[in-house]
């Protein structure tokens, strides 16, 4: 007995709705990995907490899109194939190192955080912006200190985080809409960890659209086998 | 779950050699004092201070944290336990016993 995938008739603002969500929802999965793993015990509990923020926004969003598709968060979350997801290629990422992660929620928040404050037409998403800028201004604090730290330290830590950022850079052309906007929060922060700024080429693209990494299908896998196999289960 | 195994070898010999230990005191509601809550391990002030946050105010427990090198705490000896304390044991009219507090004070 397994659930059925579920496919939707997407409207544009369905599918703005979804690539919030799905943005939250992925990173959140990605960055609740680290539990069990992280470097300090301290730090184990800091991103269980920004998990648990980004899976709680993630909700808000897929109910807020349910009111629209008639899908429940759970439907939304756990019965979607990778190309239905809407979340941008760099949300779905293996998490690499320490460097990696913490540069990926730095630049990341930075786009969200950004996002949140630009404001929104729909009261539904004004009513998760109000709550998620809170959250996602700590984000950016705890990663964006970290950074520094990591870019500014040893010359092993410099190199990993110089490496992440490069790696990343590519990956950022799809979080954000005011790309200028983002430099300047982000140029700062990059000049105070001593990384250097990858010059803006090419981009990637694709998760918008739903032509995503090879990664996205093993952690949908992994999310969603639960739900899958055992339909309606509850604990 | 792959591809993180980087930070964790390396990470559990980091916590020993490296960082510092802080105690925390959180403050819970306006009008009440700081309250020590535990230790964190963190390189300096301000990482002491998310740690702080992120280990001991997950359940809206805090308003206000201050976070203290535990180095920078000066504790009595134990072997001067009998000096420091004994004495106050044989002083019982230091406690409030000796009349009777009106239910109007309520809590005191």
């Known amino acids: 007995m397994t659930s059925t995938s579920i496919k939707l008739n997407e409207t544009p603002q369905t599918r703005a709705y979804l690539s919030l969500a799905d943005d939250a929802l992925i990173l959140g999965h990605r960055t609740s990995e680290w539990t069990g793993h992280a470097p300090l015990l301290e730090e184990e509990l800091a991103l269980a907490n920004i998990a648990l923020d980004l899976i709680g926004q993630a909700r808000a969003l897929y109910q807020a899109a349910g009111d629209l598709t008639g899908h429940s968060e759970d439907e939304l979350a756990y019965l979607r194939d990778p190309p239905m997801f809407r979340n941008a290629l760099i949300m779905e990422l293996p998490n690499g190192d320490f460097a990696f992660t913490i540069a990926r929620l730095f630049l990341v928040s930075v786009a969200s955080d950004q996002q949140w404050r630009r404001g929104f037409d729909d009261p539904a998403l004004v009513a998760v912006a109000d709550k998620a800028m809170k959250e996602t201004a700590y984000h950016i604090r705890h990663a964006a200190e970290w950074l520094i730290r990591l870019g500014d330290g040893t010359d092993e830590s410099h190199r990993r985080a110089q490496q992440a950022v490069d790696t990343l850079w590519p990956f950022t052309g799809e979080i954000t809409a005011a790309r200028q906007t983002w430099l300047d929060a982000v140029t700062p922060v990059l000049a105070r960890a001593t990384l250097r700024q990858p010059k803006d080429g090419w981009m990637q693209s694709g998760g918008r659209s739903g032509r995503h990494t090879e990664h996205l299908g093993h952690l949908l896998a992994e999310m969603q086998i639960l739900p899958r196999t055992y339909p309606g289960a509850t604990w | ?108």
């Open chain 2, 1 to 108: 779950m792959g591809g993180q195994t980087n930070g964790v070898a390396e990470g559990g010999v980091m916590a020993d050699r490296a960082t510092t230990l802080w105690e925390v005191f959180v403050r819970a509601r306006n009008g009440l004092s700081h309250r020590h809550a535990g230790s964190v391990h963190a390189a300096d002030s301000e990482m002491a201070l998310q740690a702080a946050r992120d280990v001991y105010t997950r359940r809206g427990e805090g308003l206000s944290i201050w976070v203290v090198p535990s180095a920078a705490i000066v504790a009595s000896d134990p072997s001067d336990k009998e000096s420091l304390f004994e004495p106050t044991g044989s002083k019982i009219y230091r406690h409030p016993t000796f009349y009777e507090v009106p239910d109007e004070v309520g809590n005191m």
